[in-house]
T-cell receptor, first 113, second 114 residues
């Protein structure tokens, strides 16, 4: 079965520093790829997704992610962290031929002032 | 502004009680989903519904059932609540068509079973 691995359950960065949240998937056939964000006491919100085409995907709030087939990865980055980016981030996939999201365990991002 | 609402933010129930969690969406979406969220496990799909009166088991359906009598409402039922069902429950909806269409999530219901 398809699985999604997020390296690091907690990541801490200083305000203004680079944000890098890692995501790897297990399938040899590339799935559709998503990043969702959950702010405290809220539901999940879509940040960005990759389906086909350009492998560098830009999302909301300055985030972007790059699909790398050779590394089976879809890491999320932001050049400069803001305090408002503190949240939990989930990588998710829809396996090839499937129609349901499979989520990773989540990474809690802390931004230090 | 799209909206998915859940009937309660916090709920405390006793073991053995029948529990209803309600979800309503105002976007006329055909697809609706129930997930549970646990630390370190992410979100896991309990049930989903493609349309009214249609339902399909997700990855962890044991101990749960669902009802979809109207397009806008999707209910999750715990027939006899147990302590291992203490969790955060999230509802989502999605327009039919491509599986890659965005899912819109409600704010969640934190259920505690004592």
């Amino acid at each position: 079965a398809q699985s999604v691995t997020q390296l690091g359950s907690h990541v801490s960065v200083s305000e203004g520093a680079l944000v890098l949240l890692r995501c790897n998937y297990s399938s040899s056939v590339p799935p559709y790829l998503f990043w969702y964000v959950q702010y405290p006491n809220q539901g999940l919100q879509l940040l960005l997704k990759y389906t086909t085409g350009a492998t560098l995907v830009k999302g909301i709030n300055g985030f972007e992610a790059e699909f790398k087939k050779s590394e089976t990865s879809f890491h999320l980055t932001k050049p400069s962290a803001h305090m408002s980016d503190a949240a939990e981030y989930f990588c998710a996939v829809i396996p090839s031929g499937g129609n349901k999201l499979v989520f990773g365990a989540g990474t809690i991002l802390r931004v230090k002032s | 502004d799209v909206k998915v609402t859940q009937s309660s933010r916090y709920l405390v129930k006793r073991t053995g009680e029948k529990v209803f969690l309600e979800c309503v969406q105002d976007m006329d979406h055909e697809n609706m989903f129930w997930y549970r969220q646990d630390p370190g496990l992410g979100l896991r799909l309990i049930y989903f519904s493609y349309d009214v009166k249609m339902k399909e088991k997700g990855d962890i359906p044991e101990g749960y059932s669902v009802s979809r009598e109207k397009k806008e409402r999707f209910s999750l039922i715990l027939e006899s609540a147990s302590t291992n069902q203490t969790s955060m429950y999230l509802c989502a909806s999605r327009v039919a068509g491509a599986s890659t269409n965005e899912q819109f999530f409600g704010p969640g219901t934190r259920l505690t079973v004592l």
